[in-house]
């Protein structure tokens, strides 16, 4: 297997029933997927579920060319990571989430930073979905054409719908700390 070999070609022989293939595109595209699914979720195992899911549906049904993957994979992901929140939401009473913060020698850091990922989460599912994936995507890596293709935007639209994101993420972040807690704000229902 060639280490410079193109997504497209990968895909091809995965489409053959190559699974080293499939392994070189999973190890080339997890990170990636993670850090939009973590960005999503904030839990470590509902990302790592999530991530799962959307590498079986690329080894069951690889996209058709010429789709580029890396935004395909992450429209899969935020679907499935959607669908999952919503079974969560529908099927078990609200969970009290624990933000997974690396192990610190300080608590009271890893206190302060758990606490600043939450409020960050919270910010988001403050924003209409469309703002939230943009930030999501755009912070994972993706470049404007990866954006929009991931969420079907036209991609001169990327900087200007991700300007009004950031503003409106910065907005919403500002009211959060400002009102202290979740209960105290207007608005939209935080999701867990």
């Not at 850090?35 to 904030?42: A, D, H, I, P, Q």
């Not at 990922?117 to 988001?124: G, N």
């Not at 972040?173 to 105290?184: C, F, K, L």
Request: aromatic share 6%; glycine share 4%; net charge neutral.
């Amino acid at each position: 297997m060639a280490e410079h070999e193109s997504d497209g070609a990968l895909l091809e022989r995965l489409r053959r029933g190559d699974e080293a293939a499939f392994e070189e595109l999973f190890m080339r595209h997890y990170a990636t997927v993670y850090r939009v699914l973590y960005g999503l979720t904030g839990r470590r195992e509902a990302a790592e579920d999530a991530a799962q899911e959307t590498f079986l549906t690329l080894y069951r049904r690889p996209p058709s060319p010429p789709q580029p993957l890396r935004p395909w994979l992450c429209r899969v992901a935020l679907n499935t990571a959607r669908n999952a929140l919503r079974s969560e939401r529908r099927d078990a009473a609200r969970i009290e989430r624990v933000a997974h913060a690396p192990v610190a020698e300080d608590p009271s850091e890893a206190a302060e930073r758990a606490e600043e990922r939450e409020q960050v989460r919270v910010a988001l599912a403050m924003l209409p979905q469309r703002q939230a994936h943009l930030l999501l995507l755009r912070h994972a890596g993706l470049s404007y054409a990866e954006v929009a293709a991931a969420l079907d935007l036209a991609p001169g639209s990327v900087g200007t719908l991700l300007a009004r994101a950031e503003r409106a993420f910065a907005e919403a972040y500002a009211r959060y700390r400002s009102a202290g807690t979740e209960e105290h704000l207007p608005g939209k229902q935080v999701q867990p």
